[in-house]
């Protein structure tokens, strides 16, 4: 649905071209690809999905959302734990898959080129916001939240957990590093479980994507061009 109106907004001219053979483009082709272009995308899919989600959520599941029956200094201690882990994976996985050793930690992103548009575009302020807060929130949502308390119903929560990790690494679109986006989704998944509650997941989520925002964003700034 989010993919469907974000078509709407911004690619409404190019549709009714392919589906009424219009050739007359009132859209700039050049103009659709520039990093403007680029991270208002981002940042209107991103509201889009929220806003989705936000309707899966009343009062009770609300609750859950934001519980943790662990402390925030713990929450930031794991965190900061699970970010040594994902470190650890990726350097395993550079021994099987070709991943540049300076940009290595980058690559865990699979929007990589809307994150420099919309770094590029609006700074740091306006990404932190969209990727380290917003998208961490919906996602895990989505995958820890519905998909998993859904499943667990009816297959336990150790398939439940397997599933919902699957399909979290297929939606990132980047097959090289399923087995990263597949591990992530393991353990985010096994806290909530832990801890009862979606916080300690999205702060997991959040730091992560918060670090690797910060590596883009100085190499973006001080050594361009290498990712």
């Not at 911004?10 to 520039?34: A, G, P, R």
């Not at 989600?53 to 925030?72: D, G």
């Amino acid at each position: 649905m989010a993919q469907m109106l974000l078509m709407v907004i911004f690619y409404y001219q190019d549709y009714m071209n392919y589906y009424f053979d219009i050739v007359y483009s009132y859209v700039d082709d050049e103009l659709l690809e520039t990093q403007l272009f680029t991270a208002n995308t981002l940042i209107a899919y991103s509201v889009i999905v929220l806003i989705l989600t936000l309707f899966f959520l009343n009062k009770k599941r609300l609750k859950f959302v934001f519980q943790s029956n662990i402390r925030y200094m713990q929450i930031i201690g794991c965190s900061i734990l699970f970010l040594i882990v994902n470190v650890i994976i990726l350097k395993v996985l550079r021994i099987f898959i070709d991943i540049d050793e300076a940009s290595m930690f980058i690559q865990s992103l699979s929007i990589r080129e809307e994150i420099k548009a919309l770094l590029f575009e609006y700074g740091f302020g306006v990404s932190f916001l969209i990727i380290a807060v917003i998208v961490p929130f919906y996602e895990e949502i989505m995958f820890r939240g519905i998909i998993l308390s859904s499943t667990e119903k009816h297959i336990g929560f150790k398939w439940a957990n397997v599933v919902q990790a699957v399909l979290f690494a297929v939606v990132h679109f980047n097959f090289e590093l399923f087995i990263f986006y597949f591990v992530f989704g393991l353990i985010t998944g096994y806290a909530v479980k832990r801890t009862n509650g979606l916080l300690t997941g999205i702060v997991f989520h959040a730091v992560n994507n918060c670090f690797v925002l910060i590596a883009m964003y100085m190499v973006g700034k001080y050594a361009p061009g290498i990712y």
